[in-house]
C-alpha cells in the first residue's frame, strides 16, 4: 500500500483535538471524537491491506496479526511498566489495587469492558484518576483487529468481488443503526462499547473497498474537502454532544473522515489533501 503523508496529517489533527480536549481547552470542548478520527482511519487502512492481499491471493492471519503486535506492543508494554511504578510510588492501597486491576484488563485488551463497568461515564472528572483510561480504545482497536480479518476473509470468499463492496456498506449502516440504539437506551455505557463502533471503522473500511483513481472537477472536490474539514472542527467546537456518543454526531464525523480519505487518492487532489500532507503536521 502507498505511504500516504495526508493520512499522518490526519491523524496529527485527531491527535490535537484529543489533547485539547483533556487538557480543559475550552477551544475544543468535544476534542474527544479524535479517537472516532483515528477509528475511520484504522478502519481503511486495515481494509486496505488485508482486501489487497485477498485480491493477490496472498492474505495470511498469522502475518496480520504479528504485523499489529510489533506495531502497538512495544509502545503499549512501556506504557504499562510506567504507569505500574508511578502507581506503585503515589496511590494508596485501595487505588493501587483498582489500578493493577485495570492493568490486567488492559493487557488482555478488555479494558473498555472494565471501565464501562466502574465508571459512571468516561465524561466524569473523577475519571481522571485512572491512568489507564484512555486504553479502552486501544482494546476496541485489538477487538476489531481480531474480528476484521475474519470477517473480510469470509465475506470476500463467500461472495467474491460481486457483493463484497456492497455487503460492507449494508453492515456498516446496520451497525450505526445499533450504535443508536446504544446511544438511546445504555447512554453512558454505549460509549465503551465495541458494537457501537464498528461501524466507524466500517465506514473506513467502505473507502478501502470502493477505491477509485477517477478524474474529479478540481473546483467540487475541494468544495466537498473543505466542507468535510469544516464539519470535524464544528464537531469539535461544539458542547454537549458526548451524551449518547456515538450519536448522529458520530455519523457526520466518520462521514467527513472517510471523505477526506477518499479525496486523497482522486485526481487531481484537494488543497486539502496538500495542506494535510505538510511536513510539520505529519511529523
Not at 471524537?33 to 495470511?60: M, P, R, W
Not at 502497538?72 to 503515589?90: H, M, N, R
Not at 477509485?212 to 466537498?224: A, D, M
Not at 454532544?241 to 487532489?269: K, R
Request: glycine content about 4%.
Amino acid at each position: 500500500m502507498k505511504y500516504r503523508p495526508d493520512i499522518d496529517g490526519l491523524r496529527a489533527i485527531a491527535i490535537l483535538f484529543v489533547l485539547f480536549f483533556h487538557g480543559g481547552f475550552k477551544l475544543f470542548p468535544s476534542g474527544f471524537i479524535g479517537v472516532d478520527i483515528f477509528f475511520v482511519i484504522s478502519g481503511f487502512l486495515i481494509t486496505s491491506l488485508i482486501y489487497g492481499a485477498l485480491q493477490t491471493n496472498s492474505f495470511s492471519l498469522s502475518e496480520f496479526y504479528t504485523r499489529r503486535l510489533w506495531r502497538l506492543q512495544p509502545a503499549f508494554l512501556c506504557l504499562i511498566v510506567v504507569t505500574a511504578l508511578l502507581a506503585l510510588w503515589f496511590y494508596l492501597p485501595e487505588d493501587l489495587v483498582k489500578y493493577f486491576k485495570s492493568a490486567r484488563k488492559t493487557s488482555l485488551f478488555i479494558s473498555n469492558n472494565f471501565f464501562e463497568r466502574v465508571t459512571n461515564d468516561y465524561f466524569s472528572p473523577s475519571n481522571n484518576q485512572l491512568p489507564l483510561l484512555h486504553t479502552w480504545s486501544l482494546s476496541i482497536e485489538w477487538q476489531c483487529y481480531l474480528l476484521l480479518p475474519v470477517a473480510l476473509y469470509a465475506l470476500y470468499k463467500v461472495f467474491a468481488k460481486r457483493f463484497f463492496t456492497l455487503i460492507i456498506y449494508i453492515l456498516m449502516a446496520l451497525f450505526f443503526v445499533f450504535a443508536l440504539y446504544g446511544s438511546a437506551h445504555y447512554s453512558s455505557q454505549s460509549y465503551y462499547r465495541l458494537i457501537s463502533r464498528i461501524f466507524e471503522f466500517l465506514a473506513g473500511a467502505c473507502v478501502a473497498v470502493n477505491a477509485n483513481h477517477k478524474s474529479y472537477n478540481k473546483y467540487s472536490l475541494n468544495l466537498i474537502a473543505i466542507s468535510a474539514v469544516i464539519v470535524l472542527f464544528y464537531i469539535a467546537t461544539r458542547d454537549h454532544i458526548s451524551e449518547g456518543f456515538p450519536n448522529w454526531y458520530a455519523f457526520l464525523l466518520c462521514l467527513a473522515t472517510a471523505v477526506l480519505i477518499a479525496s486523497g487518492q482522486s485526481n487531481p487532489q484537494p488543497v486539502i489533501t496538500r495542506w494535510l500532507s505538510i511536513k510539520p503536521l505529519v511529523f
